[in-house]
């Protein structure tokens, strides 16, 4: 059964395009935008009842929330990606959840205050701000990144994959990166990677 996956590139979908597109497993790829009640059809409402994109379909199995389908499909296709021991599924899973609750809202503030929005809606006291309240936890992952070159160990995996798409949004700010060298490099890495361009290259067109 292929796997389909709803969601345009330049949504949370990305993340798990992303997944994907490393792990090099056929998909079926349903560029579904959230705009315009485009998710709120009782077609879409049935995958997702909160009608937020992406969704996965593996055959009966449906995930929603982009993180808990970057964790399925590495528990489902193994690999590389996914922890090879419970050791790294803690470190995973516990990375997964804190980039969640510890950096996206401030990344996404900086993306938005700093690039997204009209020039004439932003509010750079906002952006000032979540910069401010960003620092600490990069802080915390930079000491991380200098006791292991990747999130959950010596190789690339889910982990990076979760992190790096959120934390992609605050090269927004430049210089808050750039304070951040391991973090910083790591972030380059992740983000050069051929899937992870891909996907760029899809968002774009």
């Given at each position: 059964m292929t796997l389909r996956i709803h969601g345009i590139a330049s949504s949370r979908a990305a993340r798990a395009l992303w997944m994907l597109e490393e792990l090099g497993v056929p998909y079926e790829h349903v560029p579904q935008t959230y705009q315009g009640g485009a998710t709120r059809?009782?077609?879409f409402?049935?995958?997702n009842p909160n009608g937020h994109?992406?969704?996965l379909e593996d055959g009966a199995i449906v995930v929603w929330e982009s993180m808990a389908i970057n964790l399925y499909l590495?528990?489902?296709f193994g690999g590389s990606l996914a922890p090879a021991d419970l050791a790294e599924e803690a470190q995973v899973l516990r990375w997964s959840f804190w980039v969640m609750t510890e950096c996206e809202k401030d990344a996404l503030t900086i993306l938005f205050h700093r690039l997204i929005m009209p020039a004439e809606r932003r509010n750079p006291a906002l952006a000032d701000?979540?910069?401010r309240s960003l620092a600490g936890p990069l802080r915390v992952?930079?000491?991380h990144l200098a006791q292991q070159p990747w999130v959950a160990g010596s190789r690339f995996t889910v982990?990076?994959?979760n992190l790096a798409s959120v934390l992609a949004w605050a090269k927004a700010a430049p210089a808050l990166i750039a304070a951040h060298p391991r973090v910083?490099?790591?972030?380059a890495a992740c983000l050069d990677r051929p899937a992870q361009r891909k996907v760029q290259a899809m968002s774009r067109g």
């Open positions: 059809t009782p077609e409402l049935r995958l994109i992406p969704v590495a528990r489902r701000q979540a910069e992952l930079d000491a982990a990076d994959i910083a490099g790591w972030l």
